[in-house]
């Protein structure tokens, strides 16, 4: 055979011959195809995303609702890196920001998070971590949980966390997390600044991919700046306020079928809350939330149920002498979200939010509806 057929039939003089001549072939071109082969470590997504939508109670109020349309912009960026040395890291941006039209009295609204973390493989399955987040909130919320004179109020702050976390892991899935959240919430007037700190230990069972199951114990210290603890009546004591709350947690996830399509979580709470004056902020509070998912190739749907139930040891719903406060916070929430293509993403969003409280005035019910598309980069 005078010419090469088959590269199986060249002799070794020539493949050698060959890889000197071939410019393909040469160390710099060799290299370089290696680094093309290899996955990076690093990786980064992102996505921005544009919307509407309508809410008929922007002020969550019980006796004169508001209702407007609004607008709403955001946007995520994440960057991971791969555990190839026992180290992962990751650190993630996301921001969203609501105005609502003509409605003078509603402030626009917008949530700024970023946060960071890094885990180390320490061997014999022991794993450590510090996690470090941002928040900058300026939205309503309903704060008559915690506060004496105040239902619901538009809250703008900054909450500054540092947690850091150690986890060691047994057979058959088993492990045990330790960590202590350390936070610093700075709010605007009418609300006030304070310190807080929680030692969690969490026990956890894995069933590889098919979901997991915790078991978690907190332990929440709260310290304000300049606001009074009370008196079982609601008169100001001497001091400043502290909190102590002891918390159980139930939570679980899992995955129906092989193909991960339907996914539930499950979260069932317990916190008993204390204070340092005269238990007018005593409370139990149970909670419960269900979240159901289902994943298609181009589609999916989440919808969601949530509840919490308050009951206070000595404040009374109407001062004094009356009956002790009773309150529940309910929720639903669904989310569809249907693939346009390879970047865009049509999504629509229900959720609802409705309160009863034996106290006057803080009765609520608002719901809301938004529409938008977001385009990964």
Do not use: C
């Not at 973390?117 to 309503?140: I, P, S, T």
């Not at 610093?184 to 030692?199: I, N, R």
């Not at 949530?306 to 009773?326: F, I, K, N, T």
């Not at 409280?357 to 719901?367: E, F, G, K």
């Amino acid at each position: 055979m005078g010419g090469r057929l088959l590269a199986g039939t060249e002799t070794e003089g020539e493949a050698e011959l060959d890889a000197v001549e071939d410019p393909l072939l040469d160390e710099g071109a060799l290299a370089e195809l290696l680094e093309m082969s290899v996955p990076s470590v690093w990786t980064t997504t992102g996505a921005v995303r544009v919307g509407g939508g309508y809410r008929d109670n922007v002020l969550l109020s019980s006796v004169n609702p508001m209702a407007a349309g609004l607008v709403s912009a955001g946007g995520d960026f994440l960057l991971s890196r791969l555990p190839t040395d026992g180290t992962e890291v990751s650190a993630m941006v996301s921001g969203d920001y609501s105005h609502f039209v003509d409605v003078t009295a509603a402030e626009p609204e917008a949530i700024v998070l970023a946060q960071g973390e890094v885990k180390r493989d320490l061997g014999r399955r022991w794993l450590a971590g510090v996690r470090g987040q941002y928040v900058f909130l300026h939205q309503v919320f309903d704060v008559s949980a915690t506060e004496a004179d105040l239902t619901t109020v538009t809250a703008r702050g900054h909450t500054v966390l540092l947690s850091p976390s150690l986890r060691k892991g047994w057979g058959q899935g088993w492990a045990v997390e330790g960590a202590l959240d350390g936070s610093w919430q700075y709010f605007e007037s009418p609300l006030d600044p304070y310190w807080e700190a929680v030692p969690t230990v969490r026990f956890l069972r894995e069933f590889g991919r098919r979901g997991e199951l915790g078991l978690s114990y907190r332990l929440s210290q709260r310290w304000y700046d300049g606001r009074p603890p009370l008196a079982a009546d609601g008169s100001e004591l001497p001091g400043e306020l502290e909190f102590t709350a002891h918390e159980l947690e139930l939570k679980g996830r899992w995955t129906w079928d092989e193909t991960r399509r339907w996914s539930t979580q499950v979260r069932l709470g317990f916190v008993d809350n204390q204070d340092n004056g005269g238990g007018y902020f005593d409370y139990h509070r149970y909670s419960a939330g269900l979240q159901m998912r289902y994943r298609a190739s181009s589609w999916s749907v989440r919808a969601e149920v949530r509840a919490r139930w308050y009951d206070y040891a000595v404040q009374g719903s109407d001062g004094p002498g009356s009956e002790l406060r009773h309150k529940t916070d309910l929720g639903f929430n669904v989310r569809g979200d249907y693939r346009l293509g390879r970047k865009w993403t049509l999504y629509a969003e229900y959720d609802r939010e409705m309160t009863r409280d034996t106290m006057p005035l803080s009765d609520y019910h608002a719901n809301g509806v938004s529409l938008g598309v977001e385009l990964e980069l």
